[in-house]
């Protein structure tokens, strides 16, 4: 919607309402208690509720409410909370992780949780490699059963120490044994009728359009107070924010261009947004096997040269923050090294002279056309790949062409088809591409597939992580320390000292945290997470973590009356 | 009679095949693969080693080209379509099945209503030629007409549903109505219908009615017609039965093309609704690289628009007798 589509639509909504006094919105609200969520962008909805498979089709939230996982990781404040588990601990050496089981959990058909269901688990994450995308048994040697005073134990013993791998075994969706031991085949199989543990259980609606999820009547929190979850079918952000802005959605994780004038301002006593900068670190991948990106001169020169303010403004319409020097998301916040910022060594302030510097002295002088030119004169060339139609990252792009053109960096904006973008990342065969980096409980994993050598594949391989393929051996022996780590005190000092490595050998351009998308209406419930109140994340796409808000919204208690928009 | 009628049938057979031949191996051409397009979609959220598991779940396979083509002709004929990649693990012809009784609706009816209109307009337009109406209608709807199908469809969505809140902006039937036989039901349907199949009809009239505009003045112009003039037949029935019915002929033959059209421009129209028919799955196959899924919508859109040909060769045959010696 335009400035001014909004702006008349608004006009003319109002003068016809008063001019005729009818109601505009024909179309009557669903019954108090339902909760209405728009997350997945669907015209039509496909009933299947597998929790096993995550780049499958599930239906929204059968990762995290109608299953639960053993912990849920609360990217807001960077820690888990106990979930099916009530406590995990680490045995000696990092040898293996303990979890022990919270007592009286029962599935929505009244069965017992046990620790036998999450052995099943995992025993048939083993059996299906296709299910385990998470890749817990890269790690896991076997799954034991432990039965004791203090309840039940599930030991998961790992093949070597490797704490990072609890990101996995805390996430794994856990299922009823006595369901799933009858499925001929788990992976394609769409459990119509799940048996879950989780808050939303029972299918109420199922149609094309709407599908409904009431709660477990079992529920080991209690009953959650919302009584069901309503998720009517949008196919884009267009139809979503149309409803969005009518009042119609009460949780949502859509995009909204302009947030606070199409959406907040049209009822700003219910309506909000919270966008946190906790997702995925975006990132401006200089190729290392090609010259002259192998040199960490030039690497901080392009970093320098980049004007990040003036990206985040005009790229993300200010909906984020600038990368800080370490490259950390807030997710990382609380393991943040602050002093990096505005150190010597710091690459992500905007100062185009001090790039100027660092290109003259690596040995690329301007020539006599303003270009930078090598040793053999040929000028220092090189396109920026993007995903064409990812509207944030192109116009992210133009501004730092712009910026490495101002320095003398002959550069381009090469926006490719996400299939051919993600072939040549992937592959190595690129010179510098913005794209995502990875997400995980700790900075070790997010720092793994940026300068850990053992991810460094061959030019041509496919590579899932490291498409710069930068591996600094320096820091090898600090990664493999981690993976054995136990103590937050040892967490604590390697984190830190990979810090200091990823400032020095700067492997990548950190750009921009992706802001995690929430939108609310607390005209019919309470309860949602704000910068004020910031429990866990708002976007109901975090998957468990939503779990940490479903549980926790409530109706307000007058009946929701009819609200002019 | 019977000879033709089959001749038709065995060449639209030959038809059909060439089609699902293109749509095995189209889709084939693109780069990537749906695996890696499904990581791609959680931009890092889903552990590198998922690759590997997705594409072992997805049945990707190197087998060479001809035996894939085999097994997929073999899995067609048994109706089997396969598993959707986007909608994994549910069968391709569950997840068509969400929504093409919905786009046959949409699409079925407004090309009947807009073939039904336009060529009603058009023979009494050319009947009274040179009046206002002929002359303020063609270029009107010529001028509607060259509007591509989302747009006009945007344009209603904002003006009727958006600000003026007479027709729902969305979906094919309200949230709180169980799907049923009723008159509350289809009275529903049709209000939500209403929007969305008017956008076509006002996109596609004027085609027909310049088609048999032209095709009225020509057949007016003949002997046949002053003869039945100076016969002293009513105005009407020369009109009705003797001019329109030998005009119609080329209006029913591109009636079967524009199965095609309206359905390739109803799936815009239906993303903007919201209406829960192929256009947006259609989309997502794209988007995701879903082959199954793509075939299986294709192979639909394919077999509606042959029938819908042959059934217009019966119908030619019906009209003018000369079509069947």
């Known amino acids: ?565 | 009679m019977i000879a033709y009628a089959l001749r038709r049938l065995g060449f639209y057979l030959l038809a059909a095949w060439v089609a699902v031949s293109l749509n095995f191996a189209i889709p084939r051409l693109m780069p990537g693969d749906p695996a890696a397009v499904i990581f791609g979609r959680f931009q890092g959220r889903l552990a590198p080693e998922a690759l590997d598991a997705l594409k072992a779940a997805f049945g990707l396979t190197d087998a060479p080209l001809l035996s894939q083509y085999v097994t997929y002709l073999r899995h067609l004929l048994s109706g089997d379509l396969g598993l959707s990649v986007a909608y994994f693990p549910s069968p391709v012809a569950e997840v068509i099945g969400t929504g093409l009784g919905w786009t046959v609706l949409l699409a079925g009816l407004s090309v009947c209503v807009s073939f039904t209109l336009g060529t009603l307009l058009g023979v009494y337009v050319a009947w009274r030629r040179g009046g206002w109406l002929d002359t303020a209608l063609p270029p009107l709807l010529a001028f509607l007409g060259s509007f591509p199908y989302f747009w006009l469809a945007m344009a209603a969505l904002w003006l009727f549903g958006f600000t003026l809140g007479w027709f729902p902006v969305r979906h094919a039937y309200g949230a709180d109505l169980e799907p049923a036989l009723t008159l509350a039901f289809i009275a529903d349907v049709l209000r939500h219908g209403a929007l969305p199949a008017a956008t076509i009809v006002l996109v596609t009239l004027g085609g027909w009615l310049s088609a048999m505009r032209t095709s009225m003045v020509t057949v007016l112009g003949s002997e046949a017609i002053l003869y039945a003039r100076a016969r002293g037949l009513a105005p009407r029935t020369v009109m009705l039965r003797y001019a329109a019915r030998n005009a119609l002929l080329p209006s029913v033959t591109s009636f079967g093309m524009a199965v095609g059209f309206v359905l390739g421009g109803s799936l815009l129209t239906e993303i903007v609704f919201a209406y829960p028919g192929q256009g947006y799955l259609l989309l997502q196959a794209v988007r995701n690289q879903d082959y199954p899924l793509m075939q299986g919508l294709f192979l639909a859109i394919t077999l509606a628009v042959l029938a819908a040909n042959w059934v217009v060769d019966l119908v030619a045959m019906a009209l003018d007798p000369r079509v069947r010696s």
Not at chain 1, 195 to 208: D, E, H, L, W
Request: proline letters at 10%; aromatic letters at 10%.
């Open chain 1, 1 to 565: 919607m335009t400035r001014l589509g909004g702006a008349l639509a608004h006009g003319l909504t109002l003068t016809l309402a008063l001019m005729s006094g009818a109601c505009v919105r024909p179309e009557e609200g669903p019954p108090p208690g339902v909760l209405v969520v728009s997350v997945e962008k669907q015209s039509a909805w496909v009933r299947n509720f597998n929790p096993l498979m995550p780049g499958g089709g599930a239906r929204w939230p059968t990762a995290g409410g109608v299953y639960e996982p053993l912990l849920v990781f609360n990217s807001v404040r960077g820690e888990y909370v106990p979930w099916l588990a009530t406590r995990y601990d680490w045995l000696p050496g990092a040898e293996g992780v303990v979890f022990t089981l919270r007592a009286g959990v029962r599935w929505s058909d009244g069965a017992p949780l046990t620790a036998d269901d999450v052995a099943f688990t995992f025993e048939l994450l083993k059996r299906s490699p296709a299910l385990d995308a998470g890749g817990v048994w890269r790690y896991l040697e076997r799954v034991d059963v432990e039965r004791g005073p203090e309840g039940e134990r599930v030991v998961m013993r790992l093949k070597t120490p490797h704490v990072p791998a609890l990101h996995g075994m805390a996430h794994t969706p856990i299922v009823p044994r006595h369901v799933f031991e009858a499925v001929a085949d788990p992976v394609t199989f769409t459990n119509p009728d799940p048996v879950g543990s989780g808050p939303f259980t029972q299918v109420r609606v199922f149609r094309n359009q709407v599908f409904e999820l009431g709660r477990n009547p079992h529920y080991w929190g209690g009953p959650p107070a919302v009584e069901a979850l309503r998720m009517p079918a949008y196919p884009t952000n267009d139809a979503a924010s149309l409803a969005l802005i009518f009042g119609e959605v009460d949780w949502a994780g859509d995009f909204v261009p302009a947030v606070e004038r199409t959406f907040v301002a049209r009822d700003p006593e219910h309506f909000g947004v919270w966008a946190p900068p906790v997702g995925s670190l975006v990132f401006l991948y200089p190729n290392t096997t090609r010259a002259p990106f192998d040199d960490v001169r030039i690497r901080r020169a392009i970093s320098l040269a980049i004007d990040r303010a003036r990206v985040v403004e005009v790229g993300m319409y200010g909906y984020t923050t600038p990368a800080n020097a370490v490259a950390f998301s807030e997710r990382y916040a609380r393991w943040q090294d602050k002093s990096l910022d505005g150190s010597p060594e710091d690459a992500v302030r905007f100062d185009p002279e001090a790039a100027e510097r660092l290109l003259d002295e690596a040995g690329w002088p301007r020539g006599p056309d303003g270009l930078r030119r090598g040793p053999d004169g040929t000028p220092l060339s090189a396109p920026i790949d993007v995903v064409s139609g990812w509207s944030d990252w192109v116009r992210s792009g133009q501004v730092i062409a712009r910026n490495l053109r101002a320095v003398g960096v002959d550069t381009q904006l090469r926006t490719l088809d996400f299939s051919a973008w993600f072939e040549r990342v992937q592959k190595g065969e690129f010179d510098l591409a913005i794209g995502w980096s990875d997400e995980g409980a700790t900075p070790y994993d997010f720092y793994c597939g940026l300068f850990n050598p053992e991810t460094v594949k061959l030019v041509g391989a496919l590579a899932p992580t490291n498409w710069h393929r930068f591996g600094d051996a320096e820091s090898a022996p600090l990664f493999d320390a981690f993976k054995r780590a136990t103590e937050p005190a040892e967490q604590r000092r390697l984190v830190d000292a990979l810090q200091r490595r990823f400032v020095h050998a700067l492997p990548a351009i950190p750009l921009f945290p992706n802001p995690s998308w929430g939108t609310y209406s607390t005209r019919r419930f309470t309860g949602f997470p704000t910068a004020d109140d910031p429990y866990a994340r708002l976007s109901p796409f975090a998957q468990p973590e939503a779990l940490l808000v479903m549980t926790r919204l409530r109706p307000v208690d007058a009946p929701a009356g009819e609200v002019a928009p």
